[in-house]
């Protein structure tokens, strides 16, 4: 079975700080990575995803995410955090193998960000 | 385009009663998933259903059904509800394809008392 690490379940940054959120998934073969983005009371938001061909992959609101295969690692940055940028972030997997509409999710990582 | 909607939005039941839970999906995604998140366990996969039939299902007990429609709206019903069901039902829908992502709706809070 596959599975999702997301390294620190909170995260606290700076305004206008860098936001570094990590991801780790194992699986024998790479799969489809996504990030997402939840809001109090709300559903998931898609951030970004990889799924082929450039590792560097630019999502939404100024974030990016870098798959790493030797790594297994999908982490997810931003330059500059936004007050609007605090948020639950969640990093999901799903095996290209296998199917597609399931997704395997990490445990979150809430982000503050204090002015 | 609307995107997927859930109701209702927020529900208390009491243990031992039953419940239902309905999503429109997307118009034209075919494919919808329901995913149960709570605080302890965090998102897990119950099913997934395209064009009328069960495609997936995760790991939850027989207590937990669902269904598609002909329209692919679907319903999840949960029967002789815990204390353990409390949690947030989140419906996701997605198009045919490889990669494709799927889109959430705002979910329906589920209180069991």
């Known amino acids: 079975a596959q599975s999702v690490t997301q390294l620190g379940s909170h995260v606290s940054v700076s305004e206008g700080a860098l936001v570094l959120l990590r991801c780790n998934y194992s699986?024998?073969?790479?799969?489809?990575l996504f990030w997402y983005v939840q809001y109090p009371n709300q559903g998931l938001q898609l951030l970004l995803k990889?799924?082929?061909?450039?590792?560097l992959v630019k999502g939404i609101n100024g974030f990016e995410a870098e798959f790493k295969k030797s790594e297994t690692s999908f982490h997810l940055t931003k330059p500059s955090a936004h007050m609007s940028d605090a948020a639950e972030y969640f990093c999901?997997?799903?095996?290209?193998?296998?199917?597609?509409?399931?997704?395997?999710f990490g445990k979150g990582t809430l982000l503050t960000v204090n002015p | 385009k609307a995107g997927v909607t859930q109701t209702p939005r927020y529900l208390i039941k009491t243990r031992g009663q039953q419940v239902t839970l309905s999503c429109s999906p997307i118009?034209?995604?075919?494919?919808v998933s329901w995913y149960q998140q709570t605080p302890g366990q965090g998102l897990q996969f119950l099913f997934e259903?395209?064009?009328?039939?069960?495609?997936n299902k995760g790991n939850f007990p027989g207590r937990f059904s669902g269904r598609q429609f002909s329209n692919s709206r679907s319903e999840m019903n949960v029967s002789t509800l815990e204390l353990g069901d409390s949690a947030l039902y989140l419906c996701?829908?997605?198009?045919?394809?490889?990669?494709?992502?799927?889109?959430f709706g705002p979910g329906t809070r589920l209180t069991v008392t």
């Open positions: 259903y395209f064009s009328e039939t069960q495609r």
């Open positions: 990889y799924t082929t061909g450039a590792t």
């Open positions: 699986s024998s073969v790479p799969p489809y």
């Open positions: 996701a829908s997605s198009s045919t394809g490889t990669g494709t992502e799927q889109y």
């Open positions: 118009s034209g995604h075919r494919s």
């Open positions: 999901a997997v799903s095996d290209p193998g296998g199917s597609n509409y399931k997704l395997t």
